[in-house]
């Protein structure tokens, strides 16, 4: 069993093995997500009536692990409707595309969400939205706002990808919501537009803070190590870790995710510069008071 040594990252579970030959197996990437979910104290915290929104990673119709897997999307959502929840699936691609739609189609993202029987939902000009307290994101240019179904869902699932990012260095579980930011907001010069290598780590916290969920995936099944995020953004390298981490941690989850993906990325990927606690990420949710 592959074991990650994260110090006090209490109440995740990691399920896996290492590096295998084997293509993806539908079967053994449920079981492996279920016994992740077990570990992390399982979805009780779900009653009947309670909405939900899960969080996918939809940067661009590219599938799995560019973007969140079907099979996860599918057997969370199906798992929380049969415990009578009312299930939201939803996500915005990158600023600079508007086809999102389109992208959770291409992806599978869509047709896994209609098969559970949950709800798909872009988040675009076409649904409500609030604006936060600039208090709480002082490190956006506002107005910042977020969906109003992710702010008065009674529980937010974050369901992220394992992958790098030519940017960040990494897309994990904290980075994945940046996709509940508006996009007008987004694009604003002096937020993600100019793509601050500095100050997008300290924009990352700031959502963390604007919102927080309940549960994080991180989906190792299999992992994009280098190349990422996109099957345009360099040379792309997969990996089949059959991993999934699962937890309401949310720090310790990336950091065990970054460990995870320097034990197999390239020595080029810029995931190397820091030790996994002192990823620049991490360093601005602990300036943030967030872990």
């Known amino acids: 069993m592959l074991r990650l040594a994260v110090g006090s990252a209490a109440g995740f579970a990691c399920r896996g093995f290492g590096d295998a030959d084997a293509g993806p197996d539908p079967t053994d990437h449920v079981n492996r997500l279920r016994a992740a979910l ?24 590219d599938r799995f692990p560019y973007s969140t897997s079907p099979t996860t999307v599918h057997t969370v959502a199906s798992a929380l409707i049969a415990a009578g929840a009312e299930v939201t699936v939803g996500d915005r691609s990158f600023w600079g595309d508007d086809g999102t739609a389109g992208n959770l189609e ?45 702010v008065e869902a009674d ?21 994945n919501l940046l996709g509940l930011v508006n996009a007008e907001d987004r694009k604003r010069p002096g937020n993600l537009r100019s793509h601050d290598v500095q100050l997008i780590h300290h924009q990352i916290a700031d959502v963390q803070r604007a ?47 970054i460990a995870l993906l320097q034990k197999h990325a390239p020595r080029s990927e810029a995931i190397h510069r820091t030790a996994p606690d002192k990823h620049p990420t991490i360093e601005a949710m602990r300036a943030g008071k967030l872990t």
Not at 38 to 61: C, D, H, M, W, Y
Not at 133 to 146: E, G, I, M, Q, T
């Open 211 to 257: 919102i927080m969920p309940r549960l994080t995936v991180i989906d190792g099944y299999r992992a994009l190590i280098a190349g990422g995020p996109t099957r345009r953004d360099g040379s792309p390298q997969i990996a089949e870790l059959r991993v999934v981490l699962a937890g309401k941690d949310r720090v310790a989850l990336d950091i065990a995710a």
């Open 38 to 61: 077990e570990g992390a104290g399982g979805l009780g915290f779900v009653r009947r009536g309670q909405r939900v929104l899960l969080k996918v990673n939809t940067n661009s119709g």
């Open 155 to 175: 529980h937010v699932i974050n369901l992220a990808c394992l992958k790098t990012h030519f940017i960040s260095g990494v897309t994990l579980g904290l980075k």
């Open 106 to 150: 291409a992806n599978g993202i869509a047709a896994a969400t209609r098969e559970a029987k949950a709800k798909l939902v872009v988040f675009d000009d076409g649904i409500d939205w609030i604006e936060i307290d600039p208090k709480l994101v002082p490190h956006w240019r506002p107005p910042f706002r977020l969906p109003r179904i992710a």
